[in-house]
C-alpha cells in the first residue's frame, strides 16, 4: 500500500477534520474509533489475530530460557554474547535482506506459513544439543540457522502487517497489531518459564518444537484456504 505519509492521505485526513465541530473531537475519532471501525469492517480481523497468536508459538516459548540452557550446559556469558549476540545478529540480517528478496511478489501468509515452519524445525537445534552436550559447533550451528530463519520469518510477518492495513490509518492500525503481538509474545515468554520448571531440557525443547509445528501447519491451513478463496473469486 501507499506509505501512510502520502500527500493524498494528508489532505483526505485534513478534510476529514474540517467536518468535526471540534478539532480535538475529529481527532480522538480519525485516531482511534476510525482505524478501529476500519480494521474490524475488512473483514479478515480474525484471519490476522489467529495469525499473531500462531506465528512463532513454540519460539515465543522457548527462545527466553536458552541463555539459562546454554548455561546449565557449561557455557559462559562471553560465549553467549559472541554465538547468540554477535554471530546470531549478523545471521538475522542476512536472513532479513534474503527474504525480502524472495518474499517480495508472493502472497505474504504463506510466505509467513513456510518460513514459520522451516524456523521451527531450525528450533530442534537445541532439543540435539541436549542430546550432545556441551559444543561450540552445536552453538554457533543452532545460534545460525535460528536466527537465520527467525529474521526471514520477522521479515515476511512485518510485510503481512503491514499489507493488512488501511492506507489512510497504517500507522495507529500497524501500531496496534505490533502491540497485541508483543502481548501475545510475553504471555508464551511465562509459558515457557513454567513449562521449563517443571520438564527437562529435551522435553521442553521437544514440547516447545511440537507446539511450534502444530501452530505453523495451522497457519499454512489459513494460508492455503486464503489462496484458495482468491482465486476462487
Known sequence: PEPYKSSETLAVKKKRLAEYPKKWLGVVHETFVQPFRSFISAGNWQMLLSVIILFKAGDHIAKPMEGPFYLDLG???????????????????????????????ENPLYSVAILGLIHTCSELGCFIHCLVGKSYIMLYLTSGT????????????????????????????????????????????????????????????????????????????????????????
Request: overall charge positive.
Open 75 to 105: 557455557f559462559n556469558k562471553k560465549d553467549l554474547a559472541i554465538a547468540a549476540k554477535t554471530f546470531g545478529f549478523a545471521a538475522t540480517i542476512l536472513g532479513a535482506f534474503l527474504a525480502g528478496r524472495l518474499i517480495k511478489n
Open 146 to 233: 535460528s536466527n537465520f530463519t527467525g529474521g526471514m520469518l520477522i521479515t515476511a510477518f512485518i510485510s503481512l502487517l503491514w499489507k493488512s492495513c488501511d492506507t489512510h490509518y497504517a500507522t495507529v492500525q500497524y501500531a496496534f497489531l505490533w502491540s497485541v503481538s508483543s502481548i501475545i509474545t510475553k504471555l508464551y515468554a511465562c509459558c515457557g518459564g513454567i513449562f521449563a520448571s517443571y520438564l527437562s531440557w529435551p522435553e521442553f525443547f521437544a514440547s516447545a518444537c511440537i507446539t511450534g509445528i502444530i501452530a505453523t501447519c495451522t497457519l499454512l491451513v489459513l494460508a492455503l484456504k486464503a489462496l484458495g478463496s482468491v482465486h476462487k473469486a
